[in-house]
């Protein structure tokens, strides 16, 4: 929908649907997937064995349970990852600017300083607009407490590359999770390879996937259903 005009296409009285909650639950399991994979060393093993390297100790892993994550944005997807985190045993809290009390004993509604303030995870659900674009930035890296991990499955502008890049460096951030790109072409189908990119693709701690957390199999059916629906809903 950010690449429509949905003022003109109103004045045109032409009507315009949108399905996100179609592929939320895949965006929420692959976050969860990236997320794991992250702190257990999954991707990084496995790449090992494949090399056949057998190490042990320097794969030892960090569990989920205790940690706080922090959740920008409760939409469909970003409620969709909550649900997945319920039962890891760690603490939920959520930023949204413009939704309130939907917070529950399991998930915890709060302000941004509280984000900055407890998170160990940050994971991003926020469309891209004037206000979120580069919202992580150096002086969201300043704000956190503590070192912290990244996820980023919204999209790519929301995160600017050149500070995620020196977090990496100076380990205030200890690792992402990241599904989208600043440099992706505006249709997702390619992306511009340059040194930062080239940094967090051949960095250890950063899990990277081509824009697929919302292509499931299941999502794409969903959303064509959910749109048909919602047409029809107009007769």
Known sequence: MEKIDTQKAK???????????GNANSVGEHAAGMLLSLLHNITNSHQELS???????KNRGVELENMT???IGYGNTGSAFARKMINFDCEIIV???YKSDFGNKKIHEVNLETIYTKSDIVSFHVP????????FNENFINNMRK???LINTSRGKVVSTTHLVNGLTNKK????CLDVFENESEKFSSINIDNSFNYLVNCPNVIMTPHIAGLSKNANTK???IIVSKILALK
């Open 11 to 21: 004045e045109l009285g032409i009507t315009c649907f949108n399905a996100a909650e």
């Open 51 to 57: 090399k056949n390297i057998w190490e042990r100790e």
């Open 69 to 71: 994550i922090g959740i």
């Open 95 to 97: 930023y949204d600017k």
């Open 128 to 135: 891209l607009n004037d206000e979120t674009l580069h919202m």
């Open 147 to 149: 070192q912290f991990y």
């Open 173 to 176: 951030i200890l690792g992402a």
């Open 223 to 225: 959303l064509s259903k």
